[in-house]
């Protein structure tokens, strides 16, 4: 299960660990964190060593009713990066979270890697044609509506299955393309209630007969911490847990905050799988 990073065939046979690097000033759990060159390369720094195979940048801040950012605003803020961490890591493959085909373009022009589509191309309708022209690996993700009014478009008759159908139209259309690299994230925590993550990842193995890798994204998120009453700061030990049941249901990427804790769930997921 090779995909193909700017000419490196990354190998997902063992699942990889994507680090995510927010330049938003309200991600809902490190908003703000980053706002200068020197904070921006000592994580990135840091979550190379710690093992990361990606680097997940992104620019707007998907979380529930999110505020709208424009273009223009969103681009402004994540080339600047790109360029920052390419200087300092030429090696570093970078993947960018983003729904607009002016930010993927640019982006891929700028030096990132894969794209991150939070909509799959349901927000803009030429997505698919910049991923066919440039002919990255392309990251499409299941939500319905947009970051705004998502939570209110969660009746499903049979969730996983409505999910099956999204994906199978979504690898179709790419593949009539000529997209090669397509992986799979089943949006945990975007138009899903909480009942409804935990379905999904009970049986998150049913992805696999789309015979594509599957990105799992569960890192702080509120599926965790309303479940066990604390925050999003207090959720670590929980994204762990969670991180280890998605690798047992074929996981092959592990979109997170904390590198160094979910690369320590792939060495003991794989000693387990030897």
Known sequence: MLINCKGQLIDLSTPK?????????????????????????????????????FIDIGAYSSKPSAEFVS??????????????ILKHFPKALLSIDTFRTEVARVSIESGAAIINDIAAGELDDKMFDVIAKYNVPYIMMHMRGNPQTMQSLTEYDDIVKEMLFYFSEKVNKARSLGINDLILDPGFGFAKTTDQNYEVLQKMELFNVLELPVLAGVSRKSMIYKTLNNSAQEALNGTTVLNTIALTKGAKILRVHDVKEAVECVTLFEKMNF
Do not use: C, H, W
């Not at 759990?29 to 840091?46: L, P, R, T």
């Open 71 to 84: 273009e223009n605003e969103e681009i402004e803020r994540i080339v600047p990066v790109i360029e920052l």
């Open 17 to 53: 660990v994507m680090g995510i690097l927010n330049v938003t000033p309200n991600s809902f759990f490190d908003g703000g964190k980053y706002k200068n060159q020197n904070e921006i390369i000592s994580q990135v720094e840091k979550m190379l060593l710690d093992g990361a195979t």
